[in-house]
């Protein structure tokens, strides 16, 4: 078991501003799928707030640190990870509710799409057979 | 009674002809009037232009939905179009359109599956197969089906069968999944003997590794839809049976 004065000093090291200066990248990449059109702003809300939420831990390991001993938690890295491996499985339950909707419309909308063709097909005149040459 | 026959087809070209003959070659059942519709899944090669030549009317989808997304296609133009019931067949061949009577026969279910191993007439599938129907059927009796052959894609469907299949059917290895629906939402379901024949053409969709997930998905399946449509059912007002 650490001391209280190892647990605190944990958060001055340099890995702390690795972890941001990882968060930055992944935010920047986000950022230019968004640009390019590649995701949607709307959809990329909560993934850019989780890279906040995370980069804020590592720009700031004092305050980070505070909370992680208040909840008990022995290790700074301990508090990192089940931060990042709870909110990574709340955006992946977000994303398979958001796919499985989209994967029930495709369906329903491949099926009408089929229903109206049919349809249409049917009140069509009989095509004249092509012209010889 | 107007009757729609639905054909969910995936690359079948090679069996489809003949089965949309021995579809026009039926003798007229009084009382029933008779169409057809093939539902091409996405095929890649002449299942629908066999389709069309044979005088069938065709729902072609622009992509691959499985066989359950086929099927509820069919049951979903049955339903608009106001047909009294549908027959789900086939379209390898499997089902000959000469047993169609049979399902007929059977007054006041909402939905009849026609079953190969009560009479144990014609085609009886592999050991590995039955194994798994025994499983599903034990699981069916759970929750309150009893029929002898769970998998059979050979089936009639009434219209409150129609109306409730239209809104929701399960996409892929639908029928044991579709049969705990059915008695969740306090529709009624009956079997007769049919006799099946081996497949003329195409391929299995379920084989090797393919018959473990089947199976594992199946069960899970099965106890999801019964209380999913239980729940759902009580909201649902339907109109009576055919018959």
Known sequence: MQSDEEYWRLSDGVGNWVFAGVCLIIALVLFRLIVRERVTLQGSMSYLAF?????SMAVFPDVTGYVAHALGFSTLANFFF??????????HLRSLVTLSKLQLRSVALTQELAIMQEKLDRMAPARPPPEKS | MRLLLVIPAFNEQASLGGLLTEIKALPPIAGVTIDAVVVDDGSSDRTQEVA?????????????LGIGGAVQAGIQLAHREGFDA?????????????????????????LVVGTRYRDGAGFQSTVLRRLGSAWLRGILRIVGVKVSDPTSGFRLYGPRALRLFADSYPYDFPEPESLAMTRAAGLTV???SVAMRERQGGRSSISGYTSMYYMFKVTLAVVLAY????RRARDVEVPDAIG
């Open chain 2, 190 to 192: 009956s079997e007769v």
């Open chain 2, 227 to 230: 209380l999913r449509t239980n």
């Open chain 1, 82 to 91: 089940c931060t990042a491996i709870a909110a990574l499985s709340i955006l």
């Open chain 1, 51 to 55: 890279l906040v939420v995370l980069g």
């Open chain 2, 86 to 110: 549908a027959v789900q067949m086939d379209g390898d061949g499997q089902h000959p359109p000469s047993e169609l009577h049979r399902l007929l026969e059977v007054k006041g279910q909402d």
């Open chain 2, 52 to 64: 069309r030549a044979n005088g069938a009317r065709v729902l072609r989808l622009c992509r691959n």
